[in-house]
């Protein structure tokens, strides 16, 4: 058996995938990126008979931050984690884009994160890749332990996985026309991610379906 469970839910007007890691033995929980509906995230890891440690978010866009403030009002304090190039980012609602029709975020990451990082919530190990190019701090979350995906009644299994935000999308890439964002730099993370992680990692990205490293390697051209 897996030692973690991933539920994937399609949550908000953008259809943002938040992420539930829920560790099986101890029935703690991370959430990587509440764009929105938190009262269904809490009740869907209820049902997974969990609870949240931590919030993660990959970057600071609002379609990925909405229900970090309801969250906390219902769970209490939990740590918000997030890198330290997005401060600016959490700090300007023009900036994260909550002037765009999405409920303005009055929120600030309580811990800073950096490329390299080695961070552990839940009995998860998980590694910071900073993956400019979405925004100037997007980050990526990797972790190699053993993980079952639940996504749309499917089971997956995997030994290597990747919460790519909005950097890497299934055959695409994040939008590069917001501001802080670059075009240049993401092709330097798309590069990163598709030669440096293993070609079985699977990719759950901020929006649409799965996908695989190997899978994009070949559909973007970049050789390792």
């Not at 997005?86 to 929120?107: I, P, Q, Y």
């Not at 950096?114 to 925004?135: C, F, M, N, W």
Request: some cysteine.
């Amino acid at each position: 058996m897996s030692e973690f469970l991933v539920k994937i839910l399609q949550v908000g007007a953008l259809g943002t995938n938040c992420s539930l890691l829920v560790n099986r033995e101890t029935g703690e929980a991370v959430i990587v990126d509440p764009g929105d509906e938190a009262k269904r995230i809490l009740s869907e890891l209820s049902a997974l008979g969990a609870r949240p440690t931590a919030i993660l978010l990959t970057h600071a866009h609002h379609d990925h931050t909405m229900a970090i403030e309801e969250l906390l009002e219902l769970c209490g304090p939990l740590p918000v984690a997030a890198c330290e190039k997005e401060r600016e980012m959490f700090e300007d609602r023009s900036l994260n884009c909550s002037t765009h029709g999405g409920r303005a975020a009055d929120f600030m990451p309580d811990t800073w994160l950096a490329d390299g990082d080695r961070i552990s919530y839940a009995g998860a190990k998980l590694r910071v890749l900073e993956t400019p190019g979405h925004t100037a701090g997007s980050v990526c979350f990797y972790i190699d332990q053993p993980a079952t995906l639940l996504y749309f009644g499917e089971e997956i299994d995997t030994s290597f996985l990747l919460f790519a935000g909005d950097t890497l999308f299934y055959r695409s890439y994040g939008r590069t026309d917001f501001p802080t964002s670059s075009e240049e730099a993401m092709w330097s993370s798309l590069k990163r991610l598709l030669t440096e992680l293993p070609e079985e990692t699977v990719v759950i990205p901020g929006h649409g379906q799965l996908t695989l490293i190997g899978y994009e390697r070949k559909v973007k051209g970049i050789q390792r």
